[in-house]
């Protein structure tokens, strides 16, 4: 609807070290265009209907921008101006609806990156296309897809169209049914029309920790998923006083495995409804998320945007539909990688994006739990984050001890050291 708005610009950029041969890369993407039909895909409207229009060819050309020559060569000012030259919006009906670019930063140093609209891409096609990618640039042959996504959608709307789902359908009209959105309270007004400005805040649970809630979860035979998503709930619970809550997750949504290579728009968002009672032990409240995340999850198949049509909700330009809160449970970047002479490590960008008020994303590591809560800017300040993050902590550390219930748990750690406690006041906070 923003023909000018990037809040769908899936970005992904890499350090390179070696000597890079430019050519050799642009023949690399050049095949994987050809490989992959979403990367040859156009969205064109017929009588107000979208379609998918697959070109046999299109053009495509890395954009190098040299960075070697001027007084500052290649500072971070420089770098973050080229990144917001690059970023731009995308015209769907214009394929590909990709581009990359490279930053020269010395003879042996640069930075590649990669934008693709969310359209034709998930977070696992971005893994997909760098793995291609980097085969393709080493000179190996990739094995012939046994599948394309036209493939998926086809399928996909086959069964849509069919009495198989009706079930699932009943299912998810009889869970969501009435769900109330989530109110927090917010350092801004929200405005009328969502601009998907955001900032990022990370911060690390240490292994010690962790591994004590873990003892407490798996004593109920649940998953770390299942126990992150129970704090999550609480948490916002806190917040709001609310005790009937909506947190959308993302699931992969490639069941079969000639679709693991393939790259397109796979994922589906659950919208998981749980209820955080604050009569609840802790052990209770969990066992209730377990239940309702393996049923949720056995009806996976069916689409968010049907869940939305069968439910008849209204649309709002100011929020998402059914949640506004986001889980997910990742596995964390990929290590170091070296290919053809080259070295690539990640380079970490701000984009200044967020689709929703609050996502919590969580990554296993062998030494604790690495975290980022992406926020909405227009809602929250970096100071609330922070205060919330710490929140998920003081939360974490009190069901690792004793079996407290929900109303019991304390949450005042978080506030020892701040003079202005302006939005999350501890009366406001219902503990």
């Known amino acids: 609807m923003d023909v000018s708005s990037t809040g769908y610009n899936e970005f992904k950029a890499g350090r390179i070290k070696g000597r890079l041969d ?16 979403s990367l040859r895909t156009a969205f064109v409207l017929e009588n107000g209907v979208p379609f998918q229009k697959i070109e046999e060819e299109v053009p495509f050309a890395v954009t190098l921008f040299d960075l070697t020559e001027g007084s500052t060569q290649g500072s971070e000012e420089d770098q973050k101006q080229v990144i917001e030259q690059f970023l731009t919006a995308f015209t769907l009906s214009e394929a590909p609806l990709m581009r990359v670019g490279v930053m020269k930063l ?33 000179g190996r ?3 012939p897809l046994a599948l394309q996504y036209k493939d998926f959608s086809e399928w996909q709307n086959d069964i849509l169209a069919s009495e198989a789902l009706k079930e699932s359908s009943d ?28 900032g990022h805040y990370t911060f690390r649970i240490e292994e010690a920790e962790l591994n004590a809630f873990k003892q407490v979860i798996l004593k109920e035979d649940a998953t770390l998923f299942m126990g992150l998503l129970s704090l999550y709930q609480i948490l916002l619970h806190k917040l709001s006083g609310q005790s009937d809550i909506t947190v959308g997750v993302p699931v992969a949504g490639r069941k079969q495995e000639e679709l693991q290579q393939v790259i397109g728009i796979f994922v589906n968002m659950l919208p998981l409804r749980l209820y955080p009672k604050a009569e609840l032990t802790y052990q209770q409240f969990l066992q209730d998320v377990k239940a309702h995340v393996i049923d949720d999850f056995g009806h996976q198949e069916y689409q968010y945007e049907q869940m939305v049509q069968d439910l008849q909700l209204s649309r709002s330009v100011s929020r998402n539909l059914l949640f ?38 969580a990554y296993e590591q062998e030494d604790g739990l690495s975290s980022t809560i992406e926020y909405n800017t227009e809602l929250f300040t970096e100071e609330t984050i922070e205060r919330i993050a710490g929140l998920l902590k003081d939360i974490m550390r009190a069901v690792s001890v004793d079996a407290v219930r929900i109303e019991e748990i304390e949450l005042t750690s978080s ?9 999350l006041e501890l009366d406001d906070l219902k503990i």
């Open 324 to 361: 506004d809160a986001v889980f997910a449970l990742q596995n964390m970047n990929q290590p170091e990688l070296k290919v053809g002479g080259l070295t690539f490590s990640d380079y970490p960008y701000e984009t200044g994006t967020s689709r929703f008020d609050l996502l919590w994303i």
């Open 415 to 423: 506030f020892k050291q701040l003079d202005d406690v302006s939005l």
């Open 106 to 138: 010395a003879e042996e140093e640069f930075v590649l990156m990669l934008d693709m609209h969310h359209i034709i891409s998930d977070g696992l096609s971005q893994d997909i296309l760098v793995n291609d990618f980097m085969q393709l640039y080493d």
């Open 171 to 198: 299912y998810w009209k009889n869970r969501l049914e009435g769900a109330p959105l989530l109110d927090l309270p917010t350092d801004f007004d929200r405005p009328e029309v969502r601009q998907f400005r955001g």
């Open 141 to 143: 042959t990739l094995e």
């Open 22 to 37: 430019i050519n050799r890369l642009e023949w690399a993407f050049q095949q994987l265009i050809k490989r992959h039909e």
